[in-house]
């Protein structure tokens, strides 16, 4: 079982709709969870972090977590052809190994006019 | 905001060749630094993680002695791939981890190996 999985996609969505993106997580002593936007060729930018079960909203994106689940998606709200790009879910680990992230294999989504 | 400068940005070496790849924290003191490879279509895969003035650890998989790592002081962590051939072509990041700042990653190193 892979330690963060994320569906590969692409997932595609028209302009103005709102894109989910799901990510599931095996080490259920995960402490930090993290999306990440990477444009190809590019490193990847933060986009939302989260540490604690529940939503946590910043503009256009909010973050879900579920820790009973093992379960981190992003909802991005009015999506924009800008925001076509790979997302990509990380996660840190429990205590000793804590520090590390370790990310899923990326959701590539397209926004379409 | 936190930033880590990595150079250099491509880089196309002969292969038997050895190249360095630099990452320095501009604005904080980078305590811990992650180094990355990335295949196209594929994730980050975690190589090494080391803490300034000690010894990187390895990754499973990652051999020690072909991917140098040296974090000698905390605004500078340098990885050299020696002895390149074409498999070790790949896109290599690295991330930054200090203070009060998150995870900052580095703009990539495109490495072709001819």
């Known amino acids: 079982q892979k330690e963060v999985e994320q569906n590969s996609g692409p997932l595609s969505v028209p302009e103005g709709a709102i894109a989910s993106l799901n990510c599931t997580y095996s080490?259920?002593?995960?402490?930090?969870f993290f999306w990440y936007r990477q444009y190809s060729g590019k490193s990847p930018e933060l986009i939302m972090s989260i540490y604690s079960n529940g939503d946590k909203e910043d503009g256009r994106f909010t973050a879900q977590l579920n820790k009973a689940s093992q379960y981190v998606s992003l909802l991005i709200r009015d999506s924009q052809p800008s925001d076509s790009a790979t997302y990509l879910c990380a996660v840190t680990g429990r205590t000793g190994t804590a520090s590390k992230l370790t990310f899923g294999t990326g959701t590539r989504l397209q926004v379409t006019l | 905001g936190a930033v880590v400068s990595q150079h250099p940005s491509r880089v196309i070496c002969k292969s038997g060749t050895s190249v360095k790849i630099e990452c320095r924290s501009l604005d904080f003191q980078a305590t811990t630094m992650f180094w990355y490879r990335q295949f196209p279509k594929k994730s980050l895969m975690l190589m090494a993680t080391?803490?300034?003035?000690?010894?990187?650890?390895?990754e499973q998989g990652v051999e020690k002695d072909k991917f140098l790592i040296n974090h000698a002081s905390l605004t500078l962590s340098t990885l050299t791939v020696t002895s390149a051939h074409p498999e070790d072509s790949s896109f290599y990041i690295c991330?930054?981890?200090?203070?009060?700042?998150?995870?900052?990653f580095g703009s990539g190193t495109r490495l072709t190996v001819v």
């Open positions: 080391s803490n300034e003035g000690s010894k990187a650890t390895y």
């Open positions: 991330s930054a981890r200090g203070g009060s700042a998150g995870y900052t």
């Open positions: 080490d259920r002593g995960s402490q930090s």
